[in-house]
């Protein structure tokens, strides 16, 4: 994804819903589809009111989170996305403006339709009573954050394989109970927790996926291919993909083969990035190493 991924900024946004409505999501998993619906119709609606004659598309990624800092069953979308659309004449725009009003409003709107369609009539009461509850729509966080592509690829790493909970958060096992803490998220609070054994585990396995389910998603000019998008400028160019891949290979080939991750730290056990390289002792630049490699591509081609 990181070959893929668009030279600008992104945006980090946050779709949350009422607290009424996560059992919904709980009792029926296939309800969770109508999140991503929601998500990409709200983002690409706001993006088409720049200039509906244009039709600028962003490029977003949505990632879908079940659980929450205390462990709870709390289904929300974290959603990054490109400041900025391309229209379909090739025309690039920047957007540092993201209308919260908006994004809170559509969100509400479009997700209480979806699920209206999924679950029938029986819903309507429920939705009038969410629409009362939430009269200024479901919280959405869209703050400005300075998200450039080096920061997005360790994004996107980081929550594909997250767990719910950290090891570093879970404090002690006495053979009966789990002791955990965590900062809730409202003030900051530390709390700590201490339950059955058996009850961490239950609120560990509602946050399993079902088999082959798609936890994280592609929009917009991440999900299409047309000749038109060549033009943008990518964060990684096409001549340097080659050579990046060959550096992570050597990582994979003694995994394989000798059972162990060379940059798993034998201490502590956290993944080490690359960041300088030795030959006979002294240390070549990434830099120096990477001009090396392409003059050999260079020979070889010519």
């Not at 927790?193 to 509602?206: M, T």
Request: proline residues 4%.
């Amino acid at each position: 994804m990181a070959f893929q991924l668009i030279q600008c900024s992104h945006r980090h946004c946050v779709f949350t819903i009422d607290e009424d409505l996560r059992h919904f999501f709980l009792e029926d998993r296939s309800l969770l589809d109508c999140l991503f619906h929601a998500v990409r119709s709200v983002v690409l609606r706001m993006f088409f009111k720049l200039n509906m004659s244009r039709n600028f598309v962003p490029g977003f990624i949505c990632v879908l989170h079940t659980f929450g800092r205390p462990l709870e069953w709390n289904p929300h979308i974290h959603c990054l996305v490109t400041e900025g659309g391309f229209s379909d004449d090739g025309f690039w725009r920047i957007v540092k403006h993201f209308d919260y009003t908006l994004l809170r409003m559509s969100f509400q709107t479009a997700l209480l339709n979806e699920m209206e369609k999924q679950i029938g009539p029986s819903f309507k009461k429920i939705k009038a009573a969410i629409y009362k509850k939430d009269s200024n729509g479901f919280y959405v966080y869209a703050k400005p954050n300075l998200c450039d592509t080096k920061t997005v690829t360790k994004y996107i790493s980081r929550y594909l394989g997250r767990p719910v909970i950290a090891l570093n958060r879970i404090d002690s096992y006495d053979g009966k109970n789990v002791t955990f803490h965590y900062h809730r998220h409202e003030d900051n609070a530390f709390v700590k927790k201490c339950i059955p054994a058996l009850d961490f585990i239950s609120l560990l396995i509602q946050h399993i996926p079902e088999h082959h389910y798609k936890m994280i998603r592609y929009y917009g000019l991440y999900a299409r291919h047309r000749n038109n998008d060549k033009k943008l400028r990518r964060a990684i160019p096409k001549n340097r993909q080659p050579i990046i891949r060959s550096f992570t290979k050597w990582r994979n080939n003694i995994a394989l083969s000798f059972g162990y991750d060379p940059l798993c730290c034998p201490n502590c056990k956290i993944g080490m990035t690359l960041t300088d390289l030795y030959f006979n002792h002294k240390r070549i630049p990434l830099e120096e190493m990477y001009e090396r490699t392409l003059a050999k591509f260079k020979c070889r081609s010519a």
